[in-house]
């Protein structure tokens, strides 16, 4: 299982936010057959946009996204995750099952 920290970039304004994948491990990530991160980036924010839309809006050489608000979104980190953790940050409210 993987934990993901997403950069997200607005202007002048950067934050952060969070997601978790649980089919995959961080070798799964590092060899980038099984999940990449337009993989990642796609199912965690491209829900409810066409897949033409995001691909139009994926720029495979930096590996970033634009979303509709002019998010400029990117993988930061990718680390494995025990299902203990996932636990604590569930209950944390920072990852939702």
């Known amino acids: 299982m993987i934990f993901v920290k997403f950069k997200i970039q607005?202007?002048?304004?950067?934050?952060?936010?969070?997601?978790w994948f649980k089919d995959y491990g961080e070798a799964h990530y590092e060899n980038g057959e099984s999940i990449t991160d337009?993989?990642?980036?796609?199912q965690t924010y491209g829900e409810g946009r066409s897949t033409r839309d995001f691909e139009e809006n994926f720029d495979e050489d930096t590996n970033k996204?634009?979303?509709?608000n002019d998010d400029v979104i990117s993988v930061y980190k990718v680390q494995e995750m025990t299902q203990k953790e996932?636990?604590?940050?569930?209950?944390?409210g920072v990852l939702y099952r």
């Open 86 to 92: 996932l636990n604590v940050l569930v209950k944390m």
């Open 10 to 19: 607005y202007g002048d304004y950067e934050y952060f936010d969070y997601s």
């Open 38 to 42: 337009k993989d990642m980036i796609e």
């Open 65 to 68: 996204y634009t979303d509709y």
